[in-house]
């Protein structure tokens, strides 16, 4: 068959499946092959979506990661006025995914260098940064970590989210650890505990004491460290006994 005859079977064959999958068959991915092989990517796009879902659930990430990256793909394409209003849950379960692949560390430096640019939400980009940084400190690779992390805080802070400002905290503090600069690392415990305490919840105030606590232990300044950890034990169990 001619080219542009293969390609109207193609999408004949998407057409008859996804009226089959209506049905309740999940065809999806077979659905998204149809129409990619016919040229029609905008077709595809939400059968990608949903074949990189049913592998997800399944805990099949690296077939999820397979469709969700080719659907990334596509919305990139696509451009800012023709994407889907779904584009940045694909992103986040593309990246979350990446996460629980074996090789995650290679997957989420591609998604910060393919997606910075797609994601129009700021704590999207941030949490990109924070995700390679990540991935570099576990590599040992502290010279790129520090590339990403000033970005992601910067762009945190924007956001005026403190959730959003601890995720990119917490990595900062252990690279601080890594490199042995306890003064720096005391200072960004500060400012997290300070953040924690600001939510004013017995977790997060049971969290900020076990953090303060844990830097004083670590910098040798037991008598302070004593009485936070007794603390955060005491709020812990509290809190276990109030779930139960």
């Excluded at 309740?24 to 149809?34: F, K, M, P, Q, V």
């Excluded at 016919?38 to 999820?64: K, N, S, W």
């Excluded at 584009?87 to 260098?113: C, F, H, M, Q, W």
């Excluded at 005391?186 to 004013?200: E, F």
Aim: charged share 25%; with cysteine.
């Amino acid at each position: 068959l001619r080219e542009g005859c293969q390609q109207r079977l193609h999408r004949a064959i998407g057409e008859g499946l996804a009226l089959v999958q209506d049905a309740g068959i999940a065809l999806s991915a077979e659905i998204a092959a149809h129409f990619l092989k016919a040229g029609e990517e905008a077709l595809a796009l939400p059968y990608l979506e949903q074949a990189g879902r049913q592998a997800y659930d399944a805990y099949a990430y690296a077939d999820a990661v397979m469709h969700l990256s080719r659907a990334v793909a596509i919305i990139r394409e696509l451009g800012e006025l023709a994407r889907p209003e779904s584009s940045p849950e694909v992103i986040r379960l593309y990246l979350t995914a990446a996460k629980n692949t074996g090789d995650s560390l290679l997957l989420l430096e591609e998604a910060e260098r393919e997606l910075a640019d797609v994601s129009y939400d700021p704590e999207m980009v941030a949490a990109l940064h924070v995700f390679a940084a990540i991935g570099s400190v576990a590599r040992d690779k502290q010279d790129a970590a520090e590339d990403h992390l000033p970005e992601a805080s910067r762009i945190a802070e924007e956001t005026g989210n403190p959730h959003a400002m601890l995720k990119v905290l917490f990595p900062q503090i252990n690279l601080r650890w890594r490199q042995s600069r306890k003064e720096e690392a005391a200072q960004l415990v500060d400012r997290a505990t300070q953040i924690l305490r600001g939510l004013s919840t017995p977790y997060h105030d049971a969290l900020a004491r076990y953090l303060a606590g844990s830097t004083h232990l670590t910098t040798e300044r037991f008598a302070d460290a004593e009485p936070e950890l007794e603390a955060a034990l005491g709020a812990f169990i509290a809190l276990g006994q109030r779930r139960y």
